[in-house]
């Protein structure tokens, strides 16, 4: 495709339950990063990638959030038991190579409710 | 820890007006200082700036960089009611340090 998708575009989930966004960088770039952004509010940065790794998970509110990268393309950003605070929309970017020296292309978000 | 101020919080302005919006950072291992417009959900990239003094133009949209005085600003000229939007400022290190944002709105 010609820019980074992700997938669901809308969520609504029960709060408790476990939820799995997934993320298509733009193909052949090499660095992948996520967003959150809660209402009202800026951008929050959660976690990237450089391939495979994440050299960065400082941005991950807390253990219940984890994610992951498999052959240097999709990634998904799993939530467990999620919480009422978790609502917020979810966004994906990704840049050719080296982190910090490109910018960032955005997907469309993921908007996840939790009630 | 790296934080970027903008200013102001938001903007009204009728159409043709100038807006000037401002950015600030501060820096460790600053890398490049990126502008986004953001109307909807996702953010579209405007500009990147990794030099001082150089100013990057597209239609009616410019901005520069001051890295002495660790500021950007962007300006909107003949601003148009499809400028309305969000727009952010992000310091690049290894990820992207996102200010609060400037709402613009432009009235006809």
């Known amino acids: 495709g010609a820019g980074v998708s992700q997938s669901p575009s809308n969520k609504v989930t029960e709060k408790g339950k476990d939820v799995e966004l997934r993320c298509d960088p733009i193909?052949?770039?090499?660095?992948l990063y996520w967003y959150r952004q809660s209402l009202g509010q800026g951008l929050e940065f959660l976690i990237y990638?450089?391939?495979?790794?994440?050299?960065?998970k400082s941005g991950l509110p807390s253990d219940r959030f984890s994610a992951e990268r498999t052959g240097g393309s999709v990634s998904t950003l799993t939530i467990q038991r999620t919480q009422q605070e978790d609502s917020a929309v979810y966004l994906c970017?990704?840049?050719?190579?080296?982190?910090?020296?490109?910018?960032?292309?955005f997907g469309p978000g993921t908007r996840l409710t939790v009630t | 820890e790296d934080k970027v101020v903008q200013s102001p919080l938001s903007l009204v302005v009728h159409e043709g007006d100038t807006v000037t919006l401002n950015c600030s950072y501060e820096v460790t291992n600053f890398r490049s200082l990126l502008w986004y417009k953001q109307e909807k959900k996702a953010p579209t990239f405007l500009f990147m700036l990794t030099s001082s003094g150089i100013e990057k133009k597209s239609g009616r949209l410019s901005s520069i960089l001051d890295k002495k005085e660790l500021f950007s600003i962007l300006n909107i000229t003949a601003t148009q009611t499809g400028d309305s939007a969000v727009y952010l400022c992000a310091q690049n290190t290894d990820k992207l340090i996102f200010g609060t944002g400037t709402r613009l709105q432009v009235f006809p």
């Open positions: 970017a990704s840049s050719p190579s080296e982190v910090g020296s490109y910018e960032q292309y």
């Open positions: 193909s052949g770039h090499t660095a």
């Open positions: 990638f450089q391939g495979n790794s994440a050299p960065d």
